[in-house]
Structure formats: C-alpha cells, structure tokens
C-alpha cells in the first residue's frame, strides 16, 4: 500500500523565520510527488517535482526531491502571516489513476 | 485556468436524511473525477474514482450505497450521502481531471462541509 507521511505535523513559528516541511513516501512505481497548500478550502498547487536534485523555486518557497532517500523538502522563508496554513504533499505513481495524500503539516505563523 | 465549482459550500442536515454535493466543471470536459473526505486535522483521503457514464470505483473502506456518486456528464458529477450520521460530518471535496490529462493535473473544487446533527 502506498504511503506518504510528513513531518512535523504542526509547526508554530514567528514572522520571517524560515521554515522546512519534510515528506517522506513508499510507492510502486513512482511518478511524482506534488505540493499543495489549503487554506480552509480546496487545495492550491505549489510544486510538481520529478526529477531528484533539481530545486523547484516560486518567491520564498522552494522545494526539491530525492528520489534515492524517497523524500522531498519543502522550503518557506521569511514566512509571512499569510504563509499559515495546512501543507499537503501527495504523491502519484505509474498505472493508476489516483493521488496519495499525506498527513499534512500545519504550519502558524506568529506576527 | 481551470475551474471546478462545487455546491453547497456548506450543509447542515439532521441525521437520517439525505444530502447531495454537485461538482461541477466549469470550462473544460472532466472526464475523471475523484472524491476526497477530510476530516479535521487529518489529510484528505479518496473515497472514489469516477469516470463519465461507468460506474465509480470506490476506496476500501468506503460504503458504495451510502456514497452514491453519478457521473453522468462530462460536466457534472455528484456525490449523494444517504442517510447521513454525525459521523458523516467532514470536508468533503471533489477534483477533476480533462481528458488525456496526468492525475498530477488536477482541478480542485471549494468543498462542502458537512454537518449532521
């Protein structure tokens, strides 16, 4: 069975800290793994990483994956207020049709 | 980009009765769509996989006559909760995906959440 699991479940932090999400998975067949943020409602795409070792940047955050170790990082820095929020990290994998969801890290960040 | 809506945004029920979630694709032909539950504090988790005009694939663990999910068109999708109990209550959100597109290409909806007194 597939499974994908992130750490820390929940982070507290203050404003303009940097801050890691860390995702590890066990798949068949590996295809990618994606990042996604929720804030309340539906889920909003970040990153779809593929490759290992290339980093995958949008403003402060940045992500990069290592296929070898069956893990990937999810970077914010200088976190803002609006940065709160509950990061999914979901991977997909040849042959089927569906995305494994992680748990999910919770991330507040203090003004 | 793509749009997904989903209605009702919000739904509160009294136990037994029954509830409808419309997904619907707003500019583009969704031939897969998937439904994912997520209660809180925990990640979502697919309940079924549906494509247009066959019948749904559902998750192990996941009641098909008590979920009961149509996908009739290629623009409509929709998840009915039957007989609903408080431990039905959750977020409840739907995804499409276009034809010949990857399942990293998912369009997501708002989400519904459900409450059952």
């Known amino acids: 069975e597939d499974k994908v699991v992130q750490s820390p479940l929940s982070l507290v932090v203050h404003e303009g800290d940097t801050v890691t999400l860390n995702c590890s998975y066990e798949?068949?067949?590996?295809?990618?793994l994606l990042w996604y943020k929720q804030e309340k409602k539906a889920p909003t795409f970040l990153f779809m990483l593929?490759?290992?070792?290339i980093e995958k940047k949008s403003g402060r955050l940045s992500s990069i994956l290592d296929k070898k170790e069956l893990f990937s990082i999810l970077n914010i820095t200088a976190t803002q207020t609006g940065d709160s929020a509950i990061y999914l990290c979901?991977?997909?994998?040849?042959?089927?049709?569906?995305?494994?969801f992680g748990t999910g890290t919770r991330l507040t960040i203090i003004p | 980009g793509a749009v997904v809506s989903q209605h009702p945004s919000r739904v509160i029920c009294k136990s037994g009765t029954s509830v409808k979630i419309e997904c619907r694709s707003l500019?583009?032909?969704?031939?897969?769509m998937f439904w994912y539950r997520q209660f809180p504090k925990q990640s979502l988790m697919l309940m079924a996989t549906?494509?247009?005009?066959?019948?749904?694939?559902?998750e192990q663990g996941v009641e098909k006559d008590k979920f009961l999910i149509n996908h009739a068109s290629l623009t409509l999708s929709t998840l009915t909760v039957t007989s609903a109990h408080p431990e039905d209550s959750s977020f409840y959100i739907c995804?499409?995906?276009?034809?010949?597109?990857?399942?990293?290409?998912?369009?997501f909806g708002s989400g519904t959440q459900l409450s059952v007194l």
């Open positions: 549906s494509n247009e005009g066959s019948k749904a694939t559902y």
């Open positions: 798949v068949t067949n590996f295809r990618s």
């Open positions: 500019d583009f032909q969704a031939t897969t």
């Open positions: 593929t490759s290992s070792g």
């Open positions: 979901a991977v997909s994998n040849f042959g089927n049709e569906k995305l494994t």
């Open positions: 995804s499409a995906r276009g034809r010949g597109g990857w399942v990293e290409k998912l369009f």
